[in-house]
């Protein structure tokens, strides 16, 4: 289950995408407001550090600093 992004999001999400116009009054338009929360969703999932892949053979050689 996803979690609806907030206000703030959705006008962070709204910069990010360089929109133009008024955003209360796109907001309002059911195909644009799907569109934006789509993108905050994207923008707040990336936004997590994700971990480094894992390399077996710096690990069996006990090398994981590089």
Excluded: H, I
């Amino acid at each position: 289950m996803c979690v609806q992004p907030e206000d703030q999001e959705l006008r962070a999400a709204w910069r990010r995408l360089r929109m133009v116009g008024d955003f209360e009054t796109s907001m309002r338009n059911r195909a644009v407001r799907m569109a934006v929360k789509a993108a905050a969703r994207a923008m707040r999932e990336r936004s997590f550090p994700t971990k480094r892949p894992c390399d077996a053979k710096l690990r069996a050689a006990n090398d994981t600093n590089t």
